[in-house]
């Protein structure tokens, strides 16, 4: 069998093989709460074969929201519509993931399909808040530094939605902290110019990100699975590189974290990425190696062999894919035909299974 479908077992849950649906944002709930698109785009891809889908970034807070067309869960009137979305994909043999998000400075700006930069207050638009006072660009929003009740808030915040996740029925929480989100601008020292104890040395600016995960395992039960999306390289000078990116991803390891979830950039706007295919996997490489935690890698991955090779290489534990997903619902079906490897299909499609 190839490697790609070997079961993972983490925790309580099992993995039927090592194919995840990246988060995505789709930019279609309204006041947060997910409807029949979000039910057709998560389900369409459980029944396509993937082990795991994570939701889109989910708003912990209405002012979490990167965009008022953002999925959040800041509210209990929001769970029972998520509750009808992991319950199918349950049925299908998939386990529902969550990701929990806060925008931070990149909050309260247009959907990519409403145009582009921030929305005035005046306009239904938020005020935004990040570590320190600094605008991601000059057509976002101007951040307010948080003060201690905020972060308090924060944390708090990311409590109350993994309790109101719990009750959804997810199997798995990711806290969201790359992309230049909140959690991400602590972290870096590019935005973070605090000199409080939430600022200044690698301490102090991971010391959120761990208070948010000593929240959220004071209501997530100690069986189910607590990954974390991290940044390995904010792909600028002065920002945070491999060597920290291993720093964070070790210190999460001895907290307990069970998987991280390894992307990059997304910090700044004068950011340099060289896209390519699996531009990416160097750094969940790394990271994986030197530190020995579960480790997945997302990237620009849209083949099959190209999968396989990279789980084969020992340069991650699990294959997070976004857009290959997006053109193709049904990746995993056809990378296992084509890896030559059997996998149940869903009896309402095996009439058009290869043989």
């Known amino acids: 069998m190839a490697k790609l479908f070997d079961p993972l077992t983490i925790k ?25 698109w979000h039910f057709v785009h998560l389900g369409s891809r459980a029944v396509g074969g993937a082990a ?11 002012e979490g929201r990167i965009s008022p067309d953002d999925l959040g869960i800041w509210k209990d009137e929001h769970i029972p ?7 199918f994909i349950t049925r299908q043999q998939c386990i529902a993931g969550i990701q929990l998000s806060h925008a931070g400075r990149k909050a309260s700006t247009l959907a990519p ?3 582009h930069g921030g929305i005035p207050v005046e306009s239904g638009g938020w005020q935004t808040y990040a570590p320190s006072p600094l605008p991601y660009s000059d057509v976002y929003p101007h951040p307010l530094e948080l003060d201690r009740r905020g972060i308090w808030d924060v944390i708090y915040d990311f409590t109350l939605a993994a309790g109101r996740a719990l009750r959804a029925g ?5 806290i969201h902290a790359a992309h230049g989100y909140l959690l991400h601008q602590f972290l870096s020292p590019l935005t973070n110019q605090r000199t409080d ?3 200044g040395s690698f301490d102090g600016r991971i010391r959120l990100l761990l208070e948010v995960i000593e929240g959220i395992r004071t209501v997530w039960p100690a069986e189910r699975p607590l990954f974390v999306r991290i940044s390995g390289t904010d792909w600028a000078d002065g920002g945070l590189d491999l060597k920290d990116a291993i720093q964070i991803a070790e210190t999460l390891k001895n907290k307990g974290i069970d998987v991280v979830d390894v992307t990059t950039g997304g910090l700044v706007s004068t950011q340099k990425i060289p896209v390519g295919p699996g531009y990416q996997l160097t750094f969940a490489s790394n990271i ?7 480790t997945g890698t997302v990237g620009l991955i849209t083949d099959a062999v190209q999968a396989e090779t990279l789980l084969t290489n020992g340069d991650a534990d699990m294959v997070m894919i976004a857009r290959e997903l997006l053109r193709d619902p049904y990746f995993p079906l056809k990378a296992a035909y084509q890896l030559h490897t059997e996998v149940t299909w ?3 499609y095996r009439r058009a299974k290869p043989v």
């Open 197 to 199: 104890e939430y600022g």
């Open 113 to 115: 399909q409403r145009g």
């Open 170 to 174: 997810f199997g798995v929480i990711e």
């Open 52 to 62: 795991l889908i994570i939701t889109e970034a989910t708003a912990v807070s209405p």
């Open 81 to 87: 519509r998520l509750q009808h979305i992991v319950s």
């Open 346 to 348: 869903p009896h309402q």
């Open 288 to 294: 994986r190696k030197r530190t020995g935690i579960l």
């Open 12 to 36: 309580n849950v099992t993995l039927k093989n090592r194919v995840i649906v990246s988060p995505m944002s789709q930019y279609s709930a309204i006041d947060g709460f997910a409807n029949d």
